[in-house]
């Protein structure tokens, strides 16, 4: 049973160029959380997401940031016209439908370097 | 608002030193769960436990051992007879249980960078 699955693993933007990060959720997982991981600091939560719904993006930057989550494919972190401080590692993670807590299984990250 | 404090940024000791991370956590819910994680020099995020805010007994795995006090708002990770495998940057985390449908997000620490040398 694959895990969570991210591409690419390195990403490299020129600034003003736009970036494309993908999150394939493991197998039967319906729920997807996207993190940011600035140099040297703890994770940030950014959006979580559920099949065609966004339900919390209380993280999100208000500009240039988006995030979806298709009835079919992997969920897209896109982040439009970067600049040099949106190079971070980008982790998402995956967990399943239910009513008790539901752990969070991660990626493997997506490090995004603009120059 | 919720909030993790790792206080120690960095923390280094020699193979087989016993090294214990602390925790400090805030939350105004009374339903949480805690976490740790590791992140080795590769980078990914490695799982290692997950305690809910209702069991606040101690748990042992290995070398590695968890103390929850609530009293205290803390959740505190020793690992013993450490070895020099153990060099990562270890993450504590919290988050709320909530209702069907809302966000679980986890609010993590900025880390304690654990460098244990041979």
């Known amino acids: 049973n694959a895990g969570v699955m991210q591409n690419p693993r390195h990403l490299v933007r020129r600034r003003g160029q736009e970036a494309r990060l993908r999150c394939s959720p493991m197998k039967g997982h319906s729920h997807v959380y996207w993190y940011r991981q600035l140099p040297e600091e703890g994770l940030k939560f950014m959006v979580y997401l559920q099949k065609e719904n966004i339900i919390d993006e209380s993280g999100m930057p208000k500009e240039r940031f988006s995030a979806e989550f298709p009835k079919e494919g992997p969920s897209i972190l896109r982040i439009q016209q970067v600049v040099r401080g949106d190079s971070a590692a980008y982790f998402c993670a995956s967990s399943p439908p239910g009513y008790s807590y539901n752990e969070q299984f991660f990626g493997p990250g997506t490090r995004l370097t603009v120059l | 608002a919720q909030k993790v404090t790792q206080a120690q940024t960095e923390i280094s000791v020699v193979e087989k030193e016993d090294v214990t991370l602390d925790c400090v956590y805030e939350t105004r819910d009374t339903t949480y769960y805690l976490f740790w994680y590791k992140q080795p020099p590769s980078g990914e995020l490695v799982f290692l436990i997950r305690?809910?805010?209702?069991?606040?007994q101690n748990e042992i795995s290995g070398r590695y051992s968890w103390n929850f006090q609530k009293s205290t708002s803390s959740f505190n990770f020793t690992i013993t007879a450490s070895q020099v495998v153990d060099s990562a940057v270890y993450f504590c985390a919290l988050s709320s249980q909530v209702s069907q449908g809302g966000s679980e997000k986890l609010v993590f620490g900025k880390g304690t960078k654990l460098t244990v040398n041979p």
């Open positions: 305690r809910n805010s209702f069991d606040e």
